[in-house]
């Protein structure tokens, strides 16, 4: 027997309208059969939701995350993206399958109480995570209740041999300490990527298993063609990180005498299907390149700021025709998973680019890129808008607070002024997951408790190896401070020259 809903009362963005109609939506089986004019007729079993008072938009679509680091929130206010990913395997390795589903399951109830209904989360790669322990972190995001693509982060070239120059540049010493060479795991990774495939449980609509060759320099041609395989086997989606700094893209050049998503794309594997986290450091053949084939962007401008990757070029791609998203990343580098954080961000970086306030984004295209460009990022067509066909799920802002003090503009408020703290009720599929400001499957303070019993776990587990971390960090982060010094074909910092050392040995990057 069907199931009916109706919510009344609620006033529903018009994101592009930049007004706030009230409007009635009739839910058939969670899914949006009908938003008409107030008095819409509904069956008469059908339950009344009121949503009087209250503002209601799309769950919003988190295009970037790592699902792994949520318990890793504000470690470290000042370290880049290289510092990050020397540190985070020795820092916050070694966990067991139950602190993983705890990271997992974290992330996602914040994202839930912020309004966000579905993330794309770079998760745990293979063979650090085995099969079991992927679908357990699949069940931590059905646990929470939102949708999610878990993309296990994929890779065979170790950080220290995916920047050319830096293992030589070492103390022979510390090169001994630096090398954990994944030579020969391309075959195993592959296996073990297509066993979780084949062996994935749970509803697709719901969660996913996507593939993401982590970042294309840490990537073996043969590993990526092998990802690429997967994807299309299982009809799925893939993610990289790709021109997130400045280092990365710079490395590309000399490996490969082009940038990184001119090699990946050679190999075939830019599609619809494909994303691009960051994408800072894309100049415009790139982004040409992306939109050609109608792939997406994640714009993680917070997150871009916090490790000094730089001002993303937005304006450009949307004029490119590339599909953009926006994304929060992961704690270990943008701490707090708040979507409307992460569109503020998006629009107030985008005006400091350049002086014409005509090229800055506009709150219509920032909730976009956060709702229905999400949606077609993640390849879940069923999300994103409120309108016929798709599921419910529905935020609800309420406006007896603050931020809606007085409604003046609903597309401006929402990326301009909204914080979550009006979320009320959140619905995924004509349900609640939140409701009056909680998180329905869970006790706050449990999970505050196993938070902490696994932060000393991690810490106590990782001690050898964060003291080796310690002592890495001073020479790897001096050469890559020179590398970032040289210039390339396009300019993403706020300042440059920057105020570093001379550039010195390393590798002669050649400016396009
Ligand atoms: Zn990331």
């Excluded at 390149?289 to 990757?309: E, K, P, Q, T």
């Excluded at 991690?458 to 890495?472: G, K, T, Y």
Aim: with cysteine; charged share 20%.
């Amino acid at each position: 027997m069907s199931s009916f809903s109706i919510i009344r009362g609620g006033r529903l963005l018009d994101a592009a309208g930049r007004t706030a109609p009230f409007k009635d939506i009739l839910v058939k089986d969670g899914a949006i059969l009908e938003v008409g004019e107030p008095g819409l007729a509904a069956p008469p079993e059908a339950e009344v939701v009121d949503a009087s008072r209250h503002l209601m938009h799309p769950g919003l679509v988190n295009s970037h995350t790592h699902g792994s680091g949520a318990l890793t929130r504000g470690y470290l206010d000042r370290w880049n993206l290289e510092m990050l990913l020397m540190a985070a395997p020795r820092r916050f390795g070694n966990q067991s399958a139950e602190i993983k589903y705890l990271n997992t399951y974290l992330g996602a109830v914040e994202m839930a109480l912020k309004g966000c209904t579905v993330a794309y989360d770079l998760t745990f790669g293979v063979p650090v995570a085995t099969t079991e322990e992927l679908i357990a972190m699949g069940q931590a995001y059905r646990d929470a209740g939102i949708r999610a693509v878990m993309a296990p982060m994929l890779s065979d070239i170790s950080f220290y041999r995916a920047i050319p120059g830096l293992v030589e540049s070492l103390p022979a010493e510390l090169q001994r300490l630096s090398v954990i060479d994944a030579a020969d795991a391309t075959d195993e990774v592959l296996r073990l990527m297509g066993e979780a495939l084949a062996a994935w449980p749970h509803d697709r609509d719901h969660v996913k298993l996507g593939v993401a060759p982590t970042i294309p320099t840490h990537c073996s041609d043969a590993l990526m063609r092998g990802s690429d395989r997967l994807v299309r086997d299982y009809d799925t989606v893939m993610q990289s990180h790709v021109g997130e700094s400045k280092v990365q893209v710079l490395a590309a050049k000399e490996f490969w005498g082009k940038s990184m998503v001119a090699h990946i794309d050679e190999l075939g594997l830019i599609g619809p299907h494909f994303s691009v986290a960051h994408g800072v450091w894309l100049d415009d053949d790139d982004m040409r390149r992306l939109a050609d084939r109608g792939a997406s962007v994640s714009h993680n401008a917070g997150s871009n700021m916090r490790l000094g990757a730089g001002i993303a070029d937005s304006r450009r791609m949307l004029e490119l025709g590339v599909n953009l998203g926006i994304g929060t990343d992961g704690a270990t580098s943008s701490d707090n998973q708040n979507m409307y954080e992460a569109m503020r961000a998006a629009q107030q970086v985008s005006c400091v680019r350049q002086p014409d306030h005509r090229l800055w984004l506009s709150a219509p295209e920032v909730i976009a890129a956060a709702t229905t460009g999400g949606a077609r990022l993640t390849g879940f067509g069923h999300v994103g808008s409120i309108e016929p066909g798709k599921r419910a799920d529905i935020v609800f802002l309420t406006l007896d607070h603050p931020n809606w003090m007085p409604v003046n503009d609903p597309s401006n408020q929402l990326v301009l002024v909204e914080d979550a703290t009006a979320v009320r009720h959140v619905m995924v599929d004509g349900r609640f997951i939140v409701r009056d400001g909680r998180h329905l499957a869970s006790d706050m303070a449990a999970l505050a408790g196993k938070a902490e019993a696994a932060r000393e776990t991690i810490a106590s587990l990782n001690q050898a190896d964060m003291a080796v971390a310690e002592r890495l960090e001073e020479a790897v982060t001096s050469f890559c401070r020179s590398l970032s010094a040289k210039p390339y074909s396009v300019e993403r910092y706020a300042a440059f020259p920057c105020r570093c050392e001379t550039p010195e040995a390393g590798f002669a990057a050649t400016p396009a």
